[in-house]
């Protein structure tokens, strides 16, 4: 019950400071007056959640919060927690002022979740132990901590759990300027030399979203390793995403599966999300999660009642 993001391959490229994370002005500002409130009233810090599309930094402002406060941090994954006594375990396990990262907290099981419940509100575990008439409940005292929960799906979380956060923040996309900023980062701490347009050629097919931006650059580092002299030019930059298959809207082969499967087996749409994800052979909470809320930003796909549509400058993206 490590470290669970599975994406987090990039642990050298995530800022740790308030100084060095770009971007998300106006979450940092709030979070900064909750701390050092907190802070000054000699306080733990209320439970905070983040919740938006993956790969925005959810789980790096956890951590820069858990290194900023000087706590320690414990990283679980909600479908992680598959019994009570997982999360019994987590919680009697945490130590006075710690922070407890839960990642993906939509997923945590019902039953589970009422654990948390009284543990966020009182710092207190009610346990029942025992079935029927010889049940028997026990009160367990837990030591104060901040609950930080992340979620790409707000919607699916209860409202009883929603209600014990004191602040919930949505992180959006960055702007294509912040992205440049984190990537000309992210190539200096990579002790990578490359030039202002290929910053700008990277960032510009990012999905506006950090992590794809350091995944992309650190593929386009390897083909300036392999196939030049190290140095990441505006050429190399532009041969590699071909290569990648990456087009100038940052759109991969599987978000163009989707627009050109909504234009050719639904007519357009509006399709059902079951039926794209099974023409597109797509988890669902994939389409949900990681295509659709770039489509939408893009503008190439429309959420109706009836479902999912492609819009005129899909077909045009397409060149249909
Ligand atoms: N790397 C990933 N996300 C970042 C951010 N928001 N700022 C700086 N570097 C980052």
Redesign the pocket.
Known sequence: MENVNPYSD?SE???TTWN?????EKIKDNLKIILSAAQKRNEIPDHLLFYGPPGL?KT?LASLIANETERKIKMIAGPIIEKSGDIVAVLTNLNPGDILFIDEIHRINHMIEEYLYSAMEDFKLNLILGKGPMAKTIDLKLPPFTLIGATTRLDLLTSPLRARFGAIFQLDF?TEK?IE??VK??ASILKTKIGDKAVHEIAKRSRFT??T??KLLKRVRDFAEVKGDGIITHQITQKSLTFLEIDELGLSKEDRKIISTIINNFKGGPVGLQALASATNEEERAILDIYEPYLMQLGLIERTPKGRKVTKKAYAHLNL
Request: proline share 10%; hydrophobic share 20%; net charge neutral.
């Open positions: 990039d490229l995530r800022p060095s994370y770009i971007g998300q930094g790096t960055y912040e900023e984190i980062r992210s950090p992590r931006a350091n």
